[in-house]
Nanobody, 118 residues
Framework: VQLQASGGGLVQPGGSLRLSCAASGSIFRVNFMGWHRQAPGKQRELVATISMAGVTNYADSVKGRFTISRDNGKNTVLLQMNSLKPEDTADYYC?????????????WGQGTQVTVSS
């Protein structure tokens, strides 16, 4: 199973970006999907998660600005980030709990860099 993330980049404060992550491989079912981030010199933190049923959870710091969604048919998770702030600058990592031919495991994608700066 592999997770492939895309969509990071440089954006001005107040701008928007959308991150995408697709899971591929011998997948039977993708349970929880989510995003974490790690800013320079800081610990990795949870940004948002979404269950297979679409139940979402957000870090307080992004509530009202970020929206997580998923396409179960494509095993894809999206993170729409609006009203971006400099403190949102970080490497963003998608995660998924996947039931595959290897059993149930947690997987991480490669980081995609988000820089919010004027």
């Amino acid at each position: 199973v592999q997770l492939q993330a895309s969509g990071g980049g440089l954006v001005q404060p107040g701008g928007s970006l959308r991150l995408s992550c697709a899971a591929s491989g011998s997948i039977f079912r993708v349970n929880f999907m989510g995003w974490h981030r790690q800013a320079p010199g800081k610990q990795r933190e949870l940004v948002a998660t979404i269950s297979m049923a679409g139940v979402t959870n957000y870090a307080d710091s992004v509530k009202g600005r970020f929206t997580i969604s998923r396409d179960n048919g494509k095993n894809t998770v999206l993170l729409q980030m609006n009203s971006l702030k400099p403190e949102d600058t970080a490497d963003y990592y998608c995660t998924a709990r996947v039931y595959s031919s290897s059993g149930v495991n947690n997987y991480w994608g490669q980081g995609t860099q988000v820089t919010v700066s004027s």
